[in-house]
């Protein structure tokens, strides 16, 4: 064992952010020689905690965890999500999803929607959605797993996620994580201890008196950023220029019938409106511009546009879209909420804090904690962070509404330069490029494109290699087959019940 291994890793904080560390540390370095993970959390403070909607990449964050999917589905009171659909965004009366996997299939060498764009050309209008086979299903409410041994179905390479009831995910971790050596302390921290010299955290003082030393700490303490932020003064860079929607109001309403393995985004006169549908009940909040509409105002447009009857009084959020400066500074990385917040119009809250994890865990330190490492990993973090936000500010960019002065702010807002290129790229020519593996990829991009309005130049002259006759024929084959798979797919609640991952909560509402 090497002399400067760290030896004491403290997690400030639990929530979602806190146990999604400490479960992926402890289950992928809890057995090397001598390190012990300590979480500290007060149950006086609380946690954001409201229903969550996820993107694909949690999948493979619970199976590297070793989760048995069904149970963890039952336990959260979760749904499936094979994607979000986005109402009133381009115009009011509109709608499209963008979809987890694909559209069509690629043909000739190059990728479908040049086939599409060509398709219209010609004269065939059929919508984009009707391509895909998450969409298809979706709207139907049906859902079933990916089917890799049917390599000629589009069921091979259907993408999903999930939603569910964020604190019961980070109580179904923390027995995990426990199980798995993970001591956690009750407390308030009252105090920070750092070094003279280096100025790096030594232990965190909690009300009771205790002292937690330690040699990495992770800051999962939520927006107030306590070690990251109140501590080490690492720095916010604000984004509301780009992103003016600084408020929100989350309450859960009870169920209503239409259980689609969709997360739905509506847009409103000052914001958004989410909409998540759980086994045992339906979360949904008003994501909205202070500047443009009083709190008053949205909570009662947020009350006014439910499924059912409210479960709570609407609950109030404020933050400010922007990420820290540097999210690891000295001993200290921050996680979640104590990074940046970027609104969760396309679910990438709980997957920031999955790759921040991811990269702690390949740039995991010695107590020398060499500069280089953070540097890179907070060029990277920084990066991501960059890609996500160029991605949601599409949708407020891309759109043609003028029935608002927030929307007005926001049609006409500067892109930043990064989409402004994206953009002119898909205006020339119907090109899209995925850059250093961004996050979101190419179908993302054109789904959003094209759902809001953005229209294309041209298609790649390969495409012609098909005949027209051939191409509308193809097209209306590949609209064909999308349509007969979704209806062999059982609905949401049959698949539920098949596989024993209803929750309680939910068979006693169907009862």
């Known amino acids: 064992m090497r002399d400067d291994a760290i030896r004491k890793v403290v997690i400030v904080g639990g929530g979602t952010a806190g146990w999604m560390a400490a479960a992926a540390l402890s289950r992928t370095m809890g057995a090397v020689p001598g390190l012990t993970i300590e979480l500290v959390e007060s149950e006086e403070i609380g946690t954001v905690g409201v229903g969550e909607a996820t993107i694909p990449q949690i999948v493979l964050f619970n199976n590297l965890l070793g989760i048995d999917e069904d149970d963890f589905v039952r336990a959260t009171n979760a749904t499936y999500k094979l994607g979000i659909e986005f109402r009133d965004w381009t115009r009011i009366g509109h709608r499209y999803v963008h979809p987890f996997g694909f559209y069509g299939i690629d043909m000739m060498g190059v990728e479908f929607h040049h086939h599409w764009l060509k398709g219209l050309a010609l004269g065939d209008d059929h919508p984009l959605d009707l391509y895909s086979l998450s969409v298809v299903a979706g709207l139907e409410g049906r859902f079933d797993r990916p089917r890799p041994d049917q390599p000629n179905s589009p069921l091979s390479r259907l993408g999903y996620a999930f939603q569910f009831d964020a604190s019961l995910y980070a109580r179904y971790l923390r027995s995990l994580s426990e199980s798995q050596g993970v001591v956690r302390t009750e407390g308030r921290i009252v105090d920070v201890a750092r070094n003279h010299e280096s100025g790096f955290i030594e232990a965190v003082v909690l009300e009771s008196g205790a002292r937690i030393e330690g040699d990495l700490f992770i800051d999962c303490s939520g927006f107030r950023g306590l070690l990251i932020e109140q501590v080490l003064k690492a720095g916010f860079e604000d984004w509301s220029a780009w992103l003016p929607c600084d408020r ?4 859960p309403c009870e169920s209503s019938a239409d259980m689609q393995p969709l997360t739905r985004s509506t847009a409103r006169p000052a914001g958004w409106q989410w909409r998540i549908p759980l086994q045992h009940r339906t979360g949904n909040g008003y994501v909205y511009s202070s500047a443009h509409i009083s709190d008053d105002e949205a909570a009662a447009t947020l009350l006014a546009n439910l499924d059912g009857a409210p479960l709570a009084d609407p609950r109030p959020l404020r933050f400010l879209a922007g990420h820290r400066k540097k999210a690891w500074v000295k001993n200290v990385v921050a996680l979640g909420l104590a990074g940046g917040f970027l609104e969760p119009l396309e679910s990438t809250s709980i997957h920031l804090v999955q790759t921040g994890i991811a990269r702690l865990m390949t740039l995991f330190p010695t107590r020398n904690f060499d500069q280089f490492e953070i540097d890179r990993y907070n060029a990277l973090t920084e990066r ?23 929307w007005d702010y926001c049609r006409t807002l500067e892109p930043p330069e990064g989409l402004a290129y994206k953009l002119e790229m898909f205006r020339r020519n119907g090109r899209v490029f995925r850059e250093h593996e961004e996050l979101f990829t190419e179908t993302s991009w054109l789904s959003v494109m094209v759902g809001q309005g953005i229209r294309a130049g041209g298609y790649h002259p390969t495409a012609d290699t098909l005949s027209d006759a051939e191409t509308l024929k193809r097209l209306a084959h590949i609209r064909e087959v999308v349509a007969n798979t979704a209806q062999l797919m059982p609905v949401q609640a049959e698949f539920l019940r098949a596989h024993g991952s209803a929750s309680n909560l939910s068979l006693k509402r169907a009862c």
């Open 248 to 251: 929100a109001y989350a309450v």
């Open 384 to 406: 991501e962070y960059i890609d996500i936000r160029d991605f949601l500010v599409l949708h407020y960019k891309a759109t043609e509404r003028d029935d608002s002065p927030f």
